[in-house]
């Protein structure tokens, strides 16, 4: 497997989010990837894009690390999972939604 961020593992986020109706924008930090989501925000009156999860690879022990963004912009972890599927799941699943999605 190519190091990361790549792009191949770039399309398969992005495609995962598109695939449940989701417009996102994914983009790529140091061993990883930030994700965005575009929606309309009625009180700016425009789309905007907020970041909604990062999601970074640790090749020592080969595992994903899912973090979120708190209001102050600084990234916390969330936890580690051995695929990245896994990890998308949570960042889309109910259970964190207050962490993930929450402008959905």
């Not at 990883?32 to 090749?59: M, Q, R, W």
């Not at 102050?72 to 695929?83: E, I, L």
Request: hydrophobic residues 40%; charged residues 25%; glycine residues 4%.
């Amino acid at each position: 497997m190519a190091k990361h961020p790549n792009e191949f593992t770039r399309r398969i986020i992005t495609k995962f989010f598109t695939e449940r109706h989701l417009d996102v924008n994914v983009t790529t930090v140091t061993d990883g990837y930030v994700v965005f989501i575009n929606h309309f925000s009625l009180s700016e009156a425009c789309v905007i894009d907020d970041p909604t999860g990062k999601l970074t690879f640790d090749e020592s022990r080969d595992a994903w690390d899912l973090f979120w963004i708190s209001g102050h912009f600084r990234w916390h972890a969330y936890a580690s999972y051995d695929k990245l599927h896994q990890a998308l799941e949570v960042m889309y699943g109910d259970q964190a939604a207050n962490l993930f999605h929450k402008v959905l």
